[in-house]
Every structure is written in C-alpha cells, then in structure tokens.
Antibody, heavy 120, light 110 residues
Framework: QLQLQESGSGLVKPSQTLSLNCGVS??????????WSWIRQPPGKGLEWIGY???????YYNPSLIGRVTISVDMSRNQFSLKVTSVTAADTAVYFC????????????WGLGTLVTVSS | QSALTQPASVSGSPGQSLTISCTGT?????????VSWYQQHPGKAPKLILY???NRPSGVSDRFSGSKSANTASLTISGLQAEDEADYFC??????????FGTGTRVTVL
C-alpha cells in the first residue's frame, strides 16, 4: 500500500516561496501507473486542487495558480515537491499530497497534511 | 474553473438515507463519468469513497452509492450511522485535463 508523507516549512513570510516535499513509500515515484498531486485546504474551508505531475515531467496546474506553482519529481529521493512563489496570507492552508493510479480517476492515497502559515 | 456547487449542510437521523448533490457544467461533470467523492472527518485527510461516479474502492461500505445526470452528480448514504458525520466533497476531472473540487457538504447525524 502506497504511503505519502508531507514535509517542509510550516511558516513562510509574505512574498517568499513555500516549499514542500512528499515522500513516497511502498512504491516507486517513477512508476508510470501513478500521477502525483497537491491539494490544499485553508482553515475551515474546502479543498482546492493545486496540480499534478505524471510520467515524471508532465504537469497540469490550477489555472488560478499558474505562474506561481511548480510541481516536480525527485527520483533519487522517491519524492515529489511543490513550490509556490510570492505567497500571501491567502496561501495559508493545510497542504496535502495525494496520488492517482491508472484506472481510478480519483485521489486514492493521501498524506496526513501539513499546515503552512504565511505570516511575517 | 469554478468550484462545483454542493449544499453547505444536510442532516438525517440514524437509519435514514440522505443525498448530496454536486452541480457542475458541461466542461466537468457533464464531460465525463469521472466524478469522485471524499469523506473527511475533522483534522483528518480526505478519504476516497467513490470514483468514476459509482465505483467504491475496496473496503468502503456499500451504504455509499453514486449517480450522475447531465451536469449533476449525487452521493447517497443509506442506513445513516453516527460515524458518517463528516464533511463530503465531490470532485471532477475536466475537459482541460485538470481537476476541480466541490464546495463541500457537512453531514450531521441527528
């Protein structure tokens, strides 16, 4: 069973870059049957899809975040990453990493989530 | 891409059935049968309970069922139990190869 675990800075200053990693265990990040996604949830609010990467280099992003978001894969560490530039308080949220597997159009495995607060 | 529309809250008594709607457009729900549903308890990560409109992952109770008509998908919970009290989110794959989530519904078991 695939397991995902987020890690990264929990506090980011406004205008700086948010960086998170998602470690993958129980499977290989280079397995072409999987896509890797980031999803966030502001405190007390709903889920917002951020983007996903498949086949290690192909990415799709939420149109509202294009230009500020980058998702990438690090095969040597079996993890994928999220960077969000020029953050504001509106980027404060619990960030989840999740996977999609071929044949299941749904996020079937999730990390526990990590809270990122944007504040000076 | 706008969020899919769900009722903010629904409630029911134990044993009853309740249905949550999820309304989108011809570019998302209406485009494919790629609607999924998630259950989220407070402080926890969401859990996939339905995918491809009607399919349940292994281990998910058959009290959860789904359907779709045109641009609206629905989740029905039968035989409501106390443990079903949670937030529920729909999601859809879209015609531009991205995903969109619903606004979320709080289910209360009376």
């Amino acid at each position: 069973q695939l397991q995902l675990q987020e890690s990264g800075s929990g506090l980011v200053k406004p205008s700086q870059t948010l960086s998170l990693n998602c470690g993958v265990s129980g499977g290989s990040i280079s397995n072409g049957d999987y896509s890797w996604s980031w999803i966030r949830q502001p405190p007390g609010k709903g889920l917002e899809w951020i983007g996903y990467i498949y086949q290690t280099t192909n990415t799709y992003y939420n149109p509202s975040l294009i230009g500020r978001v980058t998702i990438s894969v690090d095969m040597s560490r079996n993890q994928f990453s999220l960077k969000v530039t020029s953050v504001t308080a509106a980027d404060t949220a619990v960030y989840f990493c999740a996977s999609l597997v071929r044949g299941v159009v749904g996020f079937n495995n999730w990390g526990l989530g990590t809270l990122v607060t944007v504040s000076s | 891409q706008s969020a899919l529309t769900q009722p903010a809250s629904v409630s029911g008594s134990p044993g009853q059935s309740l249905t949550i709607s999820c309304t989108g457009t011809t570019s998302d729900i209406g485009a494919y049968n790629f609607v999924s549903w998630y259950q989220q308890h407070p402080g926890k990560a969401p859990k996939l309970i339905l995918y491809d409109v009607t399919n349940r992952p292994s281990g998910v109770s058959d009290r959860f069922s789904g359907s779709k008509s045109a641009n609206t998908a629905s989740l029905t919970i039968s035989g409501l139990q106390a443990e079903d009290e949670a937030d529920y989110f729909c999601s859809s794959y879209t015609s531009t190869s991205i995903y969109v989530f619903g606004t979320g519904t709080r289910v209360t078991v009376l």
